[in-house]
């Protein structure tokens, strides 16, 4: 595991049938400042709202702060615990 607060492995999400992201993998270090930018349409609110726990991905894993996410898993309570 990497030192990563935030870490996206492979995220894919799709709406009504329609890829909106796909193969998505990002890393963010504590103390690290990232801009998402791109054009209208192109998933920045999307991968946001993953990253916030609003959506769940299609596909792959996100892991915020060590704690394990993804489309299938609830985590754990020590990890909803250092969510906080």
């Given at each position: 595991?990497?030192?990563?607060?935030?870490?996206?492995?492979?995220?894919?999400?799709?709406?009504?049938?329609?890829?909106?992201?796909?193969?998505?993998?990002?890393a963010?270090?504590?103390?690290?400042?990232?801009?998402?930018?791109?054009?209208?349409?192109?998933?920045?609110?999307?991968?946001?709202?993953?990253?916030?726990?609003?959506?769940?991905p299609?596909?792959?894993?996100?892991?915020?702060?060590?704690?394990?996410?993804?489309?299938r898993?609830?985590?754990?309570?020590?990890?909803?615990?250092?969510?906080?």
């Amino acid at each position: 595991m990497s030192d990563a607060m935030v870490e996206l492995h492979s995220i894919s999400k799709s709406f009504d049938g329609m890829k909106v992201l796909g193969d998505i993998s990002l890393a963010v270090a504590d103390g690290e400042f990232v801009s998402i930018v791109g054009p209208s349409g192109s998933g920045k609110s999307t991968v946001l709202r993953l990253l916030t726990q609003a959506l769940r991905p299609d596909a792959g894993t996100m892991l915020l702060r060590a704690c394990r996410w993804n489309r299938r898993r609830i985590p754990s309570p020590s990890c909803r615990n250092a969510m906080r």
